[in-house]
């Protein structure tokens, strides 16, 4: 099997799972729309924090996908799950017959429009589990963390995919197989939901801060991410709600990707994360008070951004 990978979506987390594809022997590269020039001419810097320093020099550095010279073994999608970012057409071009697509996302029932393109190619979701990010243009850094789990759907594990799991393997970073993908979904939700839009909504705090200022708030989220997930036919596990905020306690504090892309004035994932889910327990009629709030917080403060923007931009 060959290791011909393009990257679409190449900003943090695209590029530092690209860089470690790279390292493992793939030839791996990228498509980036804001970081085109710096890319194209001096490659990615990634600082890990468990793995070291390095540059990764992609194959190509295209602007769009119809760009990509060859085919694509996998294609990893990596871009923000936000109204504004047209998925399917993202990648569309460089799909073949054996491409594998991978999309390593956030967010719960983000499956259907990609199913629906892309009826007669293997799927595979991913999830990271990490804190990485993209402090200017090519410059990575990894705080903590970067378990992959991948899985393909509708379910099961295919050999292609574990021969990607090999891969990252290869290259240091953990990676795990799901027969239930989906379940897993939820389970990334569960951390997902409360910390990314309080981050926002706080201000800009870190998770360590919320965390140790607002922990039963935390914990009644996180629960209630699990009684939807339950309803939707995904029991979760028992402790998922303490181990999440175990972990939490014992990573460095975090400033989350929503915080991040709300500061930088980009849309934010709050439909993915939130709204998703609010309608998954409107669907299953179950009760989840505080994510609902937290939504419609998030709906106000997309709502506030939105007026400034066009006030800014009136004659």
């Known amino acids: 099997m060959s290791d011909r990978i393009l990257i679409a979506g190449a900003g ?20 980036c729309r804001s970081d085109y020039d ?12 468990a793995l070291g320093h390095w540059q990764f020099l992609p194959t190509q550095v295209l602007r769009h996908s119809r760009e990509f010279s060859g085919e694509a073994d996998y294609l ?8 504004d970012v047209d998925r399917v057409a993202l990648i569309r071009d460089a799909v073949q ?31 990271a589990f990490i804190c990485c990010n993209r402090l200017a243009p090519a410059d990575i850094h990894h705080l903590s963390y970067g378990k992959l789990t991948l ?16 891969l990252f393997l290869r290259a240091g970073i953990e990676c795990t197989l799901s027969e239930d993908i989906v379940s ?20 800009g705090l870190p998770t360590l801060d919320i965390l140790q200022n607002q922990e039963a708030l935390v914990r009644r989220i996180m629960q209630e991410v699990c009684d939807i997930a339950a309803a939707c036919g995904h029991v979760l596990p028992e402790d998922i709600v303490e181990s999440n905020i175990q972990n939490t306690y014992a990573m460095p504090p975090y400033r989350t990707s929503m915080l991040l892309d709300f500061e930088r004035g980009q849309a934010m994932e ?7 889910a609010a309608r998954a327990a409107q669907r299953h009629r179950v009760s989840c008070p505080a994510l609902q709030t937290l939504y419609a917080l998030m709906k106000l403060r997309e709502l506030k951004i939105q007026a400034d923007r066009q006030e800014k931009s009136a004659p």
């Open 12 to 31: 943090a987390i695209g590029g530092f799972y690209g860089a470690l594809l790279a390292k493992a022997g793939a030839e791996v590269s990228v498509v």
């Open 270 to 276: 709050t439909e993915a994360i939130l709204g998703n």
């Open 184 to 203: 897993s979904r939820w389970q990334k939700c569960v951390w997902n939901a409360p910390f990314n839009p309080l981050s926002v909504l706080s201000g």
């Open 151 to 166: 899985g393909n759907l509708p379910g099961s594990v295919s050999e292609k995919t574990r021969h990607l799991q090999q």
């Open 97 to 127: 017959a054996n491409t594998s697509i991978v999309f390593i996302q956030n967010g719960v029932d983000i499956e259907a429009e990609l199913q629906t393109a892309f009826p007669d190619n293997e799927l595979v979701s991913g999830l």
């Open 76 to 83: 990893i999608l990596c871009s923000k799950v936000t109204p």
């Open 38 to 49: 710096v890319v194209s001419q001096q490659g990615y810097r990634i600082n890990s924090y």
